[in-house]
């Protein structure tokens, strides 16, 4: 099985930042992409930053400039740096990978969509 483990979240004073980390364990043979989402009460959840296999990224317009995402291949790890947080940023911030994995047979390679559990994060003075 599959796990994405989140940490890094917390409580920080507007114009602060916070590093968001995210691990992939299990039977994994490839990470294609790997995202954050948040979502913030009463709203909908949204993309904030992704970054693909190769390295290539792409952000939401609101964090543009402020945040940066970042892999380690080696350890199956995603970084999101916060800086400059503002109040708008206070969310529940979920992982997502794109995992091909080992199946069940020697020949197969399942490609799924994986969620972390969520982390908070709160910018309030």
């Known amino acids: 099985q599959v796990q994405l483990v989140e940490s890094g979240g917390g409580l920080v004073q507007p114009g602060g930042s916070l590093r968001l980390s995210c691990a992939a364990s299990g039977r994994i043979f490839r990470i294609n992409a790997m995202s954050w989402y948040r979502r913030a009460p009463g709203k909908q959840r949204e993309l904030v930053a992704g970054i693909t296999s190769t390295g290539n990224t792409n952000y939401a317009d609101s964090v543009k400039g402020r945040f940066t995402i970042s892999r380690d291949n080696a350890k199956n790890t995603v970084y999101l740096q916060m800086n400059s947080l503002k109040p708008e940023d206070t969310a529940v911030y979920y992982c997502?990978?794109?995992?091909?994995?080992?199946?069940?047979?020697?020949?197969?390679?399942?490609?799924?969509?994986?969620w972390g559990q969520g982390t908070q994060v709160t910018v309030s003075s």
């Open positions: 997502n990978a794109d995992l091909t994995t080992y199946g069940s047979s020697l020949s197969s390679r399942p490609r799924n969509n994986y």
